[in-house]
C-alpha cells in the first residue's frame, strides 16, 4: 500500500491544472461536538457555559477560523445577556426554542486531532480575542494553547 500524502489535480481560477493534497481525516467537528457533550454531562463543574469548538488537522489553527460573529456572540454572553432562537431545521425533535445566557463562562474549545488525540484547549474567549489581535503569529499553535487556556480530556 502507497504511503504519504494522496494527490488530485484540480483547476485553478486561471484554468491551469496543479496538485493539491487530499488530507485524509476521520474526525470532524460533529464528532468532537459528540465527545465534548458527554465530557460536558460527565466532568464539567462550571454550570452554565456558552463554547465555540474546532477541529484543527493542521500544525496550528489560523485565528479566523473562529468568525467574528462568534467571538461577539460568546463575548456577549460572557459580559452581558444572549437570547437565541435554536432553528426549526431537520429531523430531530429540539429540546425547546430558545436559549438565554447571562455572564456566563465563554470558551473558545480547540482539539488539534491527530489520531488517538483526546486533548482539548478551552481558552476564555476574552484571552482568545486578545491573543488574535496581538499574536506576532497569525494562527494558534498546541503549545500557545496550553499556555493561555486549560487542557480537557475527552473520551
Known amino acids: 500500500m502507497e504511503k504519504g500524502p494522496r494527490f488530485s489535480t484540480y483547476l485553478t481560477k486561471s484554468g491551469c491544472a496543479g496538485p493539491v493534497r ?10 468532537l461536538q459528540t465527545r465534548f457533550n458527554a465530557w460536558l454531562r460527565n466532568r464539567w463543574q462550571g454550570g452554565s457555559a456558552a463554547f465555540e469548538l474546532k477541529i484543527c488537522h493542521e500544525e496550528s489553527m489560523p485565528f479566523s477560523e ?9 463575548q456577549i454572553a460572557k459580559h452581558g445577556s444572549l437570547a437565541y432562537k435554536i432553528p426549526d431545521v431537520g429531523m430531530d425533535q429540539k429540546p425547546f426554542d430558545c436559549i438565554f445566557l447571562d455572564k456566563v463562562p465563554a470558551y473558545v ?11 482539548v484547549y478551552l481558552i476564555d ?6 491573543e488574535a489581535e496581538t ?5 494558534l499553535t498546541p503549545l500557545r494553547a496550553s499556555q493561555i487556556g486549560q487542557v480537557v480530556i475527552v473520551e
Open 22 to 31: 487530499v488530507i485524509l481525516t476521520s474526525m470532524k467537528e460533529r464528532d
Open 66 to 74: 473562529v468568525k467574528e460573529h462568534q467571538v461577539r456572540n460568546l
Open 109 to 119: 474549545a480547540v482539539m488539534f486531532h491527530k489520531r488517538g488525540e483526546k486533548r
Open 125 to 130: 474567549v476574552d484571552i482568545f480575542a486578545l
Open 135 to 139: 499574536s506576532a503569529r497569525r494562527s
